[in-house]
């Protein structure tokens, strides 16, 4: 059967020249979940698995999937106290499968991308997924770029402003319709831009893109695409809209499983994270509102791409989405009101 994006002869002869101990046959398979790249399980003829990352087959904005951006940050984060794959080696050249790639390490963990995926785990090692999950961005938080290589990789002064007018831009491009609500929320956000600091941000920190160990601990951070340099907290406001509870009127910009029992709140997850930097949160409804309309941006360029059909078929159902993106427009909106920006 045809595996999209995987062309297997050249592939496999470049896997045999270029990955340490990996001896031939090897077998693909698409892992479903992700969104954006497609990331595929290699296992080799002793059995030993490794994943490999490519950009979808079509559809690619300016900028976007750039796998060099996400090989460069797990291959600097690699001797850090961040967790991520083991970055095993990277393909430059298009012509062996269509696109640039790159291979890592498996981590054979459980991504917590909804609420079925916690059923096996314990109400203690619920409570310490949510707690691993915000310690382990506070320690990309401290990670001082320069040390790691990453200080030349992007400009560090203007992140809300270029994050706002990339996003801004991409969803135009796209070709999703009905984009009024949303270029209303963004040019209230772009006049109110508060005083910005200066990090690593991951762009996409949520359990959905962590691997955990049956105790809740962090085994690695996937998913690096949008890294980049810039205010720390982007990545908290994310981590807190898509944060469900219980008692939530507004949606979650992303599926996950945190309103189900044993989650910390997002209050404890804030409280954590401020005791573990050090620095002021004052400003972060600022980027919970900012992290909603950039949402409804990503999830309408995915919509659009599947509807292209660059994206492999994994059950994803574009007219929810198109609902669910309404209602996050929505929401954006009344978080810009709720701050007095409009």
């Known amino acids: 059967m045809e595996l999209r994006g995987i062309d297997p002869d050249p592939t496999e002869r470049w896997l045999r020249e270029n990955v340490p101990?990996?001896?031939?046959?090897?077998?693909?398979?698409l892992i479903s979940g992700g969104r954006s790249n497609l990331t595929y399980r290699v296992t080799d003829a002793d059995g030993v698995v490794r994943a490999l990352r490519r950009p979808p087959t079509g559809g690619v904005l300016s900028t976007a999937h750039d796998m060099s951006r996400e090989w460069r940050s797990i291959s600097a984060l690699h001797d850090t106290a961040v967790p991520v794959p083991e970055p095993l080696a990277y393909c430059a050249d298009a012509e062996v499968t269509g696109a640039e790639f790159y291979v890592m390490g498996f981590v054979d963990g459980t991504v917590l991308a909804d609420a079925a995926a916690v059923e096996a785990f314990s109400p203690q090692a619920r409570r310490r997924a949510g707690l691993a999950t915000v310690e382990c961005m506070a320690a990309l938080h401290t990670v001082d770029p320069d040390a790691v290589g990453l200080g030349g990789t992007a400009r560090r002064e203007g992140y809300v402003l270029r994050q706002l007018h990339r996003w801004q831009r991409q969803v135009h491009q796209s070709g999703a319709p009905d984009l009024a609500l949303l270029d209303a929320v963004h040019d209230a956000l772009a006049a109110n831009v508060p005083e910005q600091g200066t990090g690593i941000v991951h762009g996409d920190f949520r359990p959905g893109n962590l691997s955990y160990a049956p105790d809740g601990e962090v085994l690695a951070v996937f998913d690096w695409e949008l890294?980049?340099?810039?205010?720390?907290l982007a990545d908290l406001g994310w981590l807190v809209a898509s944060w469900a509870q219980p008692d939530d009127d507004a949606p979650a910009v992303t599926p996950g499983p945190t309103a189900e029992p044993g989650f910390p709140g997002r209050t404890e997850l804030v409280d954590r994270y401020a005791a573990l930097t050090g620095r002021d949160v004052s400003d972060l409804p600022y980027y919970v509102a900012f992290q909603r309309w950039r949402s409804c941006c990503i999830t309408a360029g995915v919509?659009?791409?599947?509807?292209?059909?660059v994206m492999g078929d994994d059950g994803y159902d574009a007219e929810d989405r198109a609902k669910d993106e309404l209602r996050q427009a929505r929401s954006a909106w009344q978080a810009v009101q709720d701050l007095g920006l409009v």
Not at 303 to 309: E, N, P, S
């Open 303 to 309: 919509r659009a791409r599947y509807l292209a059909g």
């Open 227 to 232: 890294a980049t340099l810039g205010d720390p």
């Open 21 to 29: 101990g990996l001896r031939a046959p090897v077998e693909f398979s």
